[in-house]
């Protein structure tokens, strides 16, 4: 892998694990564990990716190539949105997941800044 990937990789990683941290403790003395990845946040950002996807489908301002794009990653998002939503998810998968999830939100936001 090149350095950048494993640069942008490890930056990505610590943005999402960030505001975990920052909600360890909470006012009243109550505190939250932190172990890394929240589930309902990566829950949250799963089902906002789906919401962009069927708006970006929808919209008509894609171009065929673009619209063959959105088409392929709607499964891939429905998968991890689906995979989130189980009861009990490992907490080892998390980081797979987030990284899938980041991968396409990458895509996302490239065909939606051709889109303006």
């Not at 990789?9 to 172990?35: F, H, K, R, Y």
């Not at 929808?58 to 171009?63: D, E």
């Amino acid at each position: 892998m090149s350095l950048r990937k494993v640069i942008g990789a490890c930056t990505v990683l610590l943005l999402l694990v960030a505001p975990v941290g920052a909600l360890a403790q909470l006012p009243g003395g109550m505190s939250l564990p932190t172990g890394g990845f929240s589930k309902d946040a990566l829950l949250k950002q799963a089902t906002d990716l789906v919401a962009d996807l069927a708006g970006l489908k929808s919209g008509g301002k894609l171009a065929p190539a673009q619209t063959q794009q959105v088409d392929a990653m709607i499964p891939k998002a429905n998968s991890l949105k689906s995979e989130l939503e189980k009861p009990q998810v490992e907490a080892s998968k998390l980081p797979q997941l987030a990284s899938n999830l980041t991968d396409l939100q990458k895509q996302v936001g490239t065909l939606k800044g051709l889109v303006k």
